[in-house]
Nanobody, 127 residues
Framework: HVELVESGGGLVQAGDSLRLSCAMSGRSRSYYAVGWFRQAPEKELEFVAGMWWSGSVVDYADSVKGRFTISRDNVENAAYLQMNNLKPEDTALYFC????????????????????WGQGTQVTVSS
């Protein structure tokens, strides 16, 4: 069982930056994948960024490429989402998730592949 706790959300202005954190209980494994997803009001949950814990696979949604960076820290046992040049359309509840069988998954973008989810952290970007 993996528990995930997100933090780092907040209210910012367009063009600002935020760094989201996802603290993970238990020991991370190289065959895990960690992903960030978001859900805006009245919209579907969408993929933002994902990576294998080993770092060998990394993927981003087109809407955030060049602005967001996903990373993980083996010592801290945490994942991060650095978000730069934020836009009002980035406003959403952001979730981190872990796939404990990434080697058998089709990739890191499909929310159905993820086994554990955090409670979410709100990001609001004003124009």
């Amino acid at each position: 069982h993996v528990e995930l706790v997100e933090s780092g959300g907040g209210l910012v202005q367009a063009g600002d930056s935020l760094r989201l954190s996802c603290a993970m209980s238990g020991r991370s494994r190289s065959y895990y994948a960690v992903g960030w997803f978001r859900q805006a009001p009245e919209k579907e949950l969408e993929f933002v960024a994902g990576m294998w814990w080993s770092g060998s696979v990394v993927d981003y949604a087109d809407s955030v490429k060049g602005r967001f960076t996903i990373s993980r820290d083996n010592v801290e046992n945490a994942a991060y989402l650095q978000m730069n040049n934020l836009k009002p359309e980035d406003t959403a509840l952001y979730f981190c998730a872990v796939d404990v069988n990434a080697y058998y998954s089709s990739g890191v973008t499909d929310q159905r592949e993820y086994d554990y989810w955090g409670q979410g952290t709100q990001v609001t970007v004003s124009s």
